[in-house]
């Protein structure tokens, strides 16, 4: 089991930016996919980027590519960097993993076998 633990949320002004982290405990080896997601209000749930842990390939959507970046250090703890925060950005940020066959696998944001609780963003105009 992994156990994946979200933190770094809270209220910004737009505009503003925000590091969202994401803690992985557990059995770590048995995944190498990572991925963010958001859920705003009355919404359905989004994929934001996915990184995989061999080689760290990146996959942004597209409507965010240049504003989020993914990252991950050595124990596969994750982080979102978040700037030029908008009033959409507004929504409650997952973490979650999954073991993939490769990057291309890992980019298609789907199937992932472990979440956390979430932490929620707040932008505000």
């Known amino acids: 089991q992994v156990r994946l633990v979200e933190s770094g949320g809270g209220s910004v002004q737009a505009g503003g930016s925000l590091r969202l982290s994401c803690a992985t405990s557990?059995?770590?080896?048995?995944?190498?996919?990572m991925a963010w997601f958001r859920q705003a209000p009355g919404k359905e749930r989004e994929g934001v980027a996915t990184?995989?842990?061999?080689?760290?390939?990146t996959t942004y959507v597209d409507s965010l590519k240049g504003r989020f970046t993914i990252s991950q250090d050595n124990a596969k703890n994750t982080y979102l960097q978040m700037a030029s925060l908008k009033p959409e950005d507004t929504a409650m940020y997952y973490c979650?993993?999954?073991?993939?066959?490769?990057?291309?696998?890992?980019?298609?944001?789907?199937?992932?076998?472990?979440w956390g609780q979430g932490t929620q963003v707040t932008v505000s105009s």
């Open positions: 990184i995989f842990a061999v080689g760290g390939n």
């Open positions: 557990g059995d770590t080896g048995s995944i190498n996919c």
């Open positions: 979650a993993a999954r073991f993939t066959y490769g990057p291309n696998q890992c980019a298609d944001m789907s199937f992932f076998d472990y």
